[in-house]
């Protein structure tokens, strides 16, 4: 049978970012399951939009954490500095290096 021929392969810069909530299990343990979910389901639309306006592409979400690509599909001139001034503003916004549940649970 024909089978399609494949699109060429092609190199591109880009950088890969995980991110996600730090303390997940023990924060669902002290607030249960249901304000757990709240808050991680409120942390990753942040962490979602803070990497987008840093023009990232959230490839996928695991769980309490998700995956952002800098310069692919849609090129960045310098895809690994987007990526850092993104990773920065998590840090400002959640006033934390660990992760951001604690900006949403008291």
Known sequence: GHRPTPPAARRVDATIVFVGVAGFTALSHSVGPERAYLAVTGCLRLLD???????????????????????????????????AE??????????TTRGCAACWIR
């Open 49 to 83: 939009a803070i990497a987008r306006r840093h023009g990232g592409a959230v490839d996928k979400y695991q769980g309490d954490s998700l995956m952002v690509v800098f310069g692919h599909p849609a090129p960045l001139a310098r895809p690994a500095r987007a990526a």
């Open 86 to 95: 993104a990773v920065l503003e998590v840090c400002r916004v959640t006033g």
